[in-house]
């Protein structure tokens, strides 16, 4: 029901520190921090931005941890299924983004 | 109004009031150039008319648009641009360094494609019945040798190219606006696709079935226009179409598919199986055509519509563009 | 893109979904709900229902702001905007939304001032810019998208902006599941959560469909991996018989919510003591309207609206699909008379409605039958 994308913040503004530039692939606009005001972000973290709001920061500790889950699904009844096929190579570690 | 927005409605209009009454033959399929012999000169003509707000984006203007548009319609259905005639409506107290601007960036658009400007006509109508200008051109070019575009040549197993990346024009006007608030170093991709063509032809003009400039209602649009006029259906790979980061960091703020948004220099070509590899080749090559790609192939199902697919076996149906794109937030 | 191109990864979602294969019980057929739209478009987007075992059905839910406003109130919302010097605002969503007269995008074809923008805040600055005119702004989501109108009232009120004010058609996630659930046609397995919701709301708020109703429920991020891990979930909770509230979407839902959010909403909306919502009908406190203190921002305190109530074709089944009962292309108008162009029923006029989002991504798959897609 809602769109949200997570952007970085880029920069927050000197004069109102509700107002931050954030980047999404190189978009770039300003959202307002005001949502966010018991637990301010700071330039570098990861917020989701939803109607030019910060609604809540991202946790870079819980994607790596579901990643990590991920990458387990189906590896502890392993022994009882012949899985095979699957090359998981380093496709759980989290991209970095350019 | 969504009849302006290219997709359906467009499509409506022209299929069910202008062909009717205006064309000769309205079951031929819409293309964008028509074809004419005259005492056995083979000829294209199309025109077309460009309405942008704002009037100069990062990478073009109306006046690069017009020049360029007319002479990607003419270059898609195998024809080289001659001749152009331009026709200005102008809003009363439009400055006229804004038009002269706009003079200026015709001429050099057509130097650098190659088609002379010969003719033209000015209305001005009064302040506040139109927005700033409004540019016609329409043009004139000599069927290109080696090559016969045709919907119904397509056939099961045909690729599908793509010229370079899609949706920078669309994204760009859409930021330009300024309504949205947003920013990104993007530029709009008008330009001759003309070049890319001939190089296309040149290598392998026997196998070409179809080529389109994907303009408004994007590529999603354009192919299904095709799959509709050869009963095919258009199978795309999602990780094989080329889109910029910032075009597809707009679309997913905004809600958008790269596919619907429009393009003002890109072209889409369908191409025989056995010239693909030779297809592409000839267009990397080219100048500007480093970011073309087969995207996708043509098969009997889904008939006359556009299916996406992806690496893991997901696939969706992708309609032409109901009316203009719009972001949405849910 | 960080934080998504890493859950839309192809080995990931095939794992997943060979991970549901395995877990789900083939003599049993499972109906589980996504109560947001968001969801239903993500699960079409990413053709996920390709990658499904035939035994697990997703029942499209309630939660498409859009698609459950009834029509009366976008012909409030434009009979106030007829007014002169009255500028409409809305998200483009609103745009091509059928009112009697016509929808906002046709009001602006005959000369309405009809803006679209992207945020509450955009609205706000139209105001600012445009001192002569009233700025409306006709303000639609759930709790996602409240508190962020709420804020946006505060700050017009901090800065003494008068010529703003909301059409608040914003809407509560909570009642409306209650609703699915005491509808007595209802068969559900469990529910898949909304993930943008819950980053206000919180975890909680679900404890009583575990607890009372012995129903599953995972909150849930909108990536193809998100969606079949938490399938994945519950069906493990499923298999042990368990009904439990779990968050999946860890990375963005805290347990608790957002309190500032929570905050904002708290202090300039109340509940509306019954909302009518297309579809499902009356649905007592399930939607808010702005408080008497902020009168001067609220359009309905403000202007005299109609209050024009329009009933649904009988003939559009949209309760039936919005409950699960009957599958988008079972309803007798689907793809006939009501079309994402000229939509007749709630679930066609959003892409976020179930029958647009069928009619967008499905249909005409569904039309020719065994496409085998081999890709390259």
């Known amino acids: 029901m809602c769109l949200a994308i997570p952007g970085k913040i880029i920069e927050i503004a000197s004069d109102n520190p509700e107002s931050a530039l954030i980047d999404v692939v190189g978009v770039r606009r300003r959202v307002d921090l005001g949502l966010l005001q018991d637990d301010p972000p700071v330039p570098g973290d990861w917020v989701l931005i939803h109607v030019g709001f910060a609604m809540s920061k991202i946790s ?35 991209k970095v983004s350019k | 109004m969504a009849h302006g927005a290219g997709g359906q409605a467009s499509r409506r209009l022209i299929e069910g009031l202008f062909a009717p009454l205006l064309f000769h033959s309205s079951t031929e399929p819409l293309t964008d150039a028509a074809h004419l012999e005259i005492n056995g000169a083979r000829l294209a003509i199309t025109t077309d008319s460009f309405v942008v707000k704002p009037l100069r984006f990062p990478g073009g203007s109306i006046g690069e648009l017009a020049v360029n548009g007319t002479v990607n319609d003419l270059a898609v259905s195998g024809a080289k641009a001659e001749a152009l005639v331009v026709t200005y409506v102008l809003e009363a107290g439009l400055r006229t360094e804004v038009l002269e601007a706009e003079v200026r960036a015709m001429a050099e658009a057509a130097r650098g494609a190659g088609v002379r400007i010969v003719g033209g006509d000015t209305k001005v109508v009064e302040h506040g019945k139109a927005d700033s200008m409004y540019v016609t051109t329409t043009g004139v070019g000599r069927l290109l040798k080696g090559v016969a575009i045709d919907p119904a040549s397509v056939r099961p197993g045909d690729k599908i190219l793509v010229s370079g990346a899609l949706g920078d024009h669309g994204i760009t006007i859409l930021l330009a606006r300024g309504e949205l608030d947003f920013e990104a170093d993007l530029a709009s991709d008008t330009r001759s696709v003309l070049p890319l063509v001939e190089a296309l032809i040149g290598a392998a003009g026997p196998g070409i079935r179809w080529m389109r400039d994907p303009t408004r209602g994007g590529a999603a649009t354009s192919l299904n226009e095709l799959a509709r006029d050869c009963g095919l259906g258009m199978v795309l790979l999602e990780d094989q179409v080329p889109v910029r980061d910032a075009v597809r960091g707009a679309c997913e703020l905004l809600g958008l598919d790269p596919l619907h948004i429009a393009n003002e220099g890109q072209f889409l070509a369908v191409v025989a199986p056995e010239y693909a590899d030779v297809a592409l080749n000839a267009m990397n090559l080219a100048p500007g055509g480093d970011g073309a790609k087969i995207i996708g192939e ?15 076996g997901g696939s969706r149906i992708v309609d032409m563009l109901v009316g203009d794109p719009l972001p949405r937030i849910c | 893109m960080r934080f998504v191109d890493e859950f839309r990864q192809p080995e990931l979602i095939s794992k997943a979904a060979e991970e549901i294969r395995r877990l789900a019980d083939p003599g049993r057929h499972y109906r589980m709900m996504e109560v947001c739209g968001g969801h239903t478009h993500a699960i079409y987007r990413f053709g996920l229902k390709d990658v499904l075992p035939s035994n697990l059905e997703l029942i499209h839910g309630p939660g498409c702001p859009v698609c459950v406003l009834p029509m009366g109130r976008i012909d409030d919302g434009l009979a106030v905007a007829r007014q002169p010097d009255v500028i409409f605002a809305a998200f483009g969503d609103m745009m091509r939304v059928p009112g009697t007269q016509g929808s906002p995008l046709e009001h602006k074809a005959r000369g309405m001032d009809v803006r679209i923008v992207y ?6 600055k139209l105001a600012r810019t445009n001192p002569d005119k009233h700025v409306l702004f006709f303000a639609i989501g759930f709790e996602t998208t409240a508190p962020s109108t709420a804020l946006t009232i505060l700050r017009a009120k901090a800065e003494g902006i008068k010529n703003f004010s909301v059409f608040c058609n914003h809407v509560t996630i909570i009642p409306a599941i209650r609703a699915i659930l005491d509808s007595p046609d209802m068969r559900l397995d469990a529910f898949i959560g909304p993930g943008h919701v819950s980053t206000v709301i919180g975890c909680r708020p679900y404890e009583w469909i575990a607890q009372n109703e012995r129903k599953p429920i995972v909150v849930c991020g909108f990536e193809p991996v998100d969606l079949l891990q938490s399938i994945v979930m519950l069906l493990r909770q499923l298999k042990a018989g368990e009904a439990k509230v779990e968050n999946q979407y860890k990375r963005v ?20 003591s019954y909302f009518e919502w297309r579809g499902l009908g009356f649905i007592s406190q ?10 001067e921002w609220d359009t309905e305190q403000r202007f005299s609206v109609p209050g024009v109530r329009v009933t649904d074709p009988k003939a559009a089944q949209c309760g039936e699909v919005l409950k699960g009962v009957l599958k988008p292309h079972q309803c007798k108008l689907f793809g006939q008379e009501c079309t994402p162009e000229h939509p007749i029923g709630a679930l066609m006029v959003s892409s976020e409605g179930s029958c647009a989002a069928y009619y967008n991504y499905e249909h005409r798959k569904m039309a020719t039958a065994n496409i085998l897609i081999q890709t390259a």
């Open chain 1, 60 to 94: 870079e500790q819980d994607a790596i941890e579901q990643m990590e889950t991920l990458k387990m699904l189906g590896e502890s009844d392993a022994a009882l299924q012949e899985v095979s096929g699957y090359s998981l190579d380093d496709s759980y570690k989290l």
């Open chain 3, 119 to 124: 945020s509450p805040a955009d609205a706000l």
């Open chain 3, 253 to 272: 839902v805290p347990w608790e919510g957002n309190r500032a959010a929570l905050r904002a909403m708290s202090e300039v909306f109340q509940l509306r």
């Open chain 3, 286 to 295: 399930s939607a808010l309207r702005i408080r008497d203190e902020y009168a």
């Open chain 2, 298 to 312: 043509v098969r009997e199902q889904p008939a006359g519509s556009v299916l996406v697919s992806t690496l893991y």
